[in-house]
Nanobody, 127 residues
Framework: QVQLVESGGGLVQAGGSLRLSCAASGRTFSSYAMGWFRQAPGKAREFVSAINWSGGSTYYRDSVKGRFTISRDNAKNTVYLQMNNLKPEDTAVYYC????????????????????WGQGTQVTVSS
């Protein structure tokens, strides 16, 4: 079992920054990949970023490349999402997820690949 708890969301003006954190407990954190997804009101959950077990490989959705950075600290059992130059279209509930089963691959862009999810943290970007 894995428990995931997000924090760091909030209200920020366009152009501002936030750093989301996701603290994991349970299974050995350094053994599995982690991802961030988001869901805006009335829209489907969408992939944001993913990182492999070591932090050496990452994926990003095109719209956040160059603005968001995913990282992890395996000693602290935590994955981060640094979000810079935020835009109103980034407004959503952000979820972290853990994939304890799959090998690292582009399929990690799919929510169905993840078997553990956090409760979400709200990010609101005002224009």
């Amino acid at each position: 079992q894995v428990q995931l708890v997000e924090s760091g969301g909030g209200l920020v003006q366009a152009g501002g920054s936030l750093r989301l954190s996701c603290a994991a407990s349970g299974r050995t954190f350094s053994s599995y990949a982690m991802g961030w997804f988001r869901q805006a009101p009335g829209k489907a959950r969408e992939f944001v970023s993913a990182i492999n077990w070591s932090g050496g490989s990452t994926y990003y959705r095109d719209s956040v490349k160059g603005r968001f950075t995913i990282s992890r600290d395996n000693a602290k059992n935590t994955v981060y999402l640094q979000m810079n130059n935020l835009k109103p279209e980034d407004t959503a509930v952000y979820y972290c997820a853990g994939d304890t089963v799959s090998s690292w691959s582009p399929r990690l862009r799919m929510a169905s690949e993840y078997d553990y999810w956090g409760q979400g943290t709200q990010v609101t970007v005002s224009s």
